[in-house]
Structure formats: C-alpha cells, structure tokens
C-alpha cells in the first residue's frame, strides 16, 4: 500500500491525501518544463565581458559609436547594446522610430532626447526610453562632448 501525505488546509478544515506515486508523477511532468526554462538557448548570446578599450570605434555623422553587443537573450528577445559620443551640437541620426524600444543611458554632457514632440534634457546619470514605435531623436545640447549608452531591445534590435 503506497504511503500518503496529508495536506492540511487549516483555513478550511479540508484535509486531502496524496499517495508518493502520486507526488511523483506530478512533479516528473513539472520538473523537465523547470529544467527547459532555466537552459540558455544555445543560439543565445553567452555571458560575457566587454572591456571598453577594447571596444571598436565607427563614426557616422560625426558621431563616435563604440558596438558592444548584439544578439539574441536566452529568453528571445532580440538586444543590441552601444556607446554613442557626440559634439556639441550633434546628432546621431534624424528623428525616427522603429519596432524595438530604446534606453539612454547618459554617461557625460547633456543630451534633449525628444520623444513624440515633446522634449527632455539629460545630463549624467539620467536615464531615457522610448517605447515600441514612438518617433524620438536625441542632439548634444551642451557645450562639451556628449557620451550615452544606447540600450536597444526588441524585435529588430541593432538592425
């Protein structure tokens, strides 16, 4: 005769009983999901380190981009990850907007990051985010370089 564990629901006085058998054929279905959820994808970016000298540097529109991650997290979502510095007056790119969301990260300077017309300047430490699709631009309005981390994630990110 298989063993039992009472559950003792206190609250409502009901008392219920289930064999080991039982237990074990509950959690033999649960525990494979467990394992698959804590598994990285393996087509999923691995943990890593990115030492900043390390990192490449592109110009584009006389701004300084350092890459410093793209790809795929082991939970699907896509994320691309890079350094902008930009002189004063400078801007990245024209307003735009596109299908993941954004993070500013302001590192140095003084960025107005707009966002659907309304705008919002940032200075070192601020944080910024745009959301899916929202159109938003971002210019150095300081007298002095501006430098920001640029935190996409989303579909398309990097792209």
């Keep these: 005769m298989p063993r039992s564990t009472a559950l ?77 510095t930009l002189p004063p007056g400078g801007m990245p790119h024209a307003p735009h907007h596109h299908v993941h969301s954004e993070m500013w990260l302001i590192r140095e300077g003084t960025v107005q990051l707009t966002v659907s017309g309304a705008s919002h300047v940032l200075g070192p430490g601020s944080v910024g985010f745009v959301h899916s699709n929202e159109e938003h631009g971002v210019k150095n309005v300081g007298t002095t370089s501006a430098t920001y981390f640029v935190v996409a994630v989303g579909p398309e990110a990097g792209s």
């Design 8 to 84: 003792n629901k206190s609250h409502t006085g009901v008392t219920m009983t289930i064999s080991r058998r039982d237990m074990c054929f509950v959690l033999s279905g649960l525990l494979p999901a467990a394992a698959v959820v804590g598994q990285a994808d393996e087509a999923s970016l691995p943990s890593s380190a990115f030492p900043f000298e390390q990192l490449q540097v592109k110009v584009a529109n006389d701004a300084q981009i350092r890459p410093v991650m793209k790809g795929k997290l082991a939970t699907g979502e896509s994320v691309e990850v890079h350094e902008t």
